[in-house]
Nanobody, 118 residues
Framework: QVQLVESGGGLVQAGGSLKLSCAAS????????LAWFRQAPGKVREFVAA??????NYADSVKGRFTISRDNTKNTAYLQMNSLKPEDTAVYYC?????????????WGQGTQVTVSS
């Protein structure tokens, strides 16, 4: 059974940094694309970043500030968030899908809250 568990969220001042982690189990981790999404209160869930074997991509709103990475030996993906802004406040979710597919992500974590104060 696939399980994704996020951690690392919290409260930070604008301009600060946080690093989120996503620990996966029940999957051959290296065969999966890992992604981060976020959902702010009253808004739809939006894509943040994704990493696959061939590279990574980011939403325009986080380019240059956020970095996604993975450690296949630890079955863990990370999201380093720098220069945080109040508009980055949201619940951040980790998601996974097989690298050979481009459909919706079938596996999701429970989310971790990130709050950026001004």
């Amino acid at each position: 059974q696939v399980q994704l568990v996020e951690s690392g969220g919290g409260l930070v001042q604008a301009g600060g940094s946080l690093k989120l982690s996503c620990a996966a189990s029940g999957v051959t981790f290296s065969s999966y694309t890992l992604a981060w999404f976020r959902q702010a209160p009253g808004k739809v869930r939006e894509f943040v970043a994704a990493i696959r074997r061939t590279g990574s991509n980011y939403a325009d709103s986080v380019k240059g500030r956020f970095t996604i990475s993975r450690d296949n030996t630890k079955n863990t993906a990370y999201l380093q968030m720098n220069s945080l802004k109040p508009e980055d406040t949201a619940v951040y979710y980790c998601a996974a899908r097989l690298s050979t597919t481009y459909t919706d992500y079938p596996y999701w974590g429970q989310g971790t809250q990130v709050t950026v104060s001004s």
